[in-house]
């Protein structure tokens, strides 16, 4: 039998355990995070913003939507400080095990682009010992912030298939926040 007709041959079965390998591999690995709550206390080491006021001076007068006729959403030039609509802001931190910041587990980045009203669409990608895991989706970013509430949405390695809930605190442990995930 040439080489040809032996892969011809095989190359069924192959693909069947292909298959069935990895249509069992998504329940294991969700089964692996499946209820599992997560705490961690996170330490800023780096941040940045992004202001984009050079774009909106340039919209008002190439903007194709016809913007004129338009009228602003609600807050959206309220002339207070902070983000307006298209501003970026990116977060790094330092993830640790402990309040005393002494057990480093990971590092996370979150990066979120204004909307209008105090709004943003945040994501927020976690670096674990593990694995990866991150989290996106609408936050509330207002004067009186309290916290991050995101849905997480996937990862890798030992957090395959986590989704659950991420909320972020502020802490009064050393300038952190309190990074608790649920899964579910």
Do not use: W
């Amino acid at each position: 039998m040439s080489v040809a007709a032996g892969i011809r041959r095989r190359l069924p079965a192959a693909l069947a355990a292909a298959a069935t390998a990895a249509t069992l591999a998504a329940p294991l690995a969700q089964a692996r995070t499946q209820g599992r709550s997560l705490v961690f206390y996170a330490k800023p080491t780096r941040a940045q913003f992004i202001n984009r006021a050079d774009d909106r001076a340039r919209g008002l007068k190439l903007n194709p939507f016809n913007a004129d006729v338009l009228p602003p959403p609600p807050k959206a030039n309220s002339g207070k400080k902070g983000g307006r609509a298209g501003d970026n802001a990116l977060f790094a931190f330092k993830l640790y095990s402990d309040s005393g910041l002494t057990r480093l587990v990971g590092t996370a980045i979150y990066s979120c682009t204004f909307n209008f009203a105090h709004e943003a669409i945040c994501e927020a990608d976690f670096e674990l010992t593990h694995g990866t895991m991150i989290a996106m989706g609408p936050a509330q970013l207002g004067s009186t912030f309290s916290g991050v509430v995101l849905p997480v949405t996937g990862g890798t390695g030992r957090y395959e298939g986590a989704h659950g809930q991420l909320t972020s605190t502020p802490s009064i442990f050393k300038n952190t926040q309190i990074i608790h995930i649920q899964l579910v």
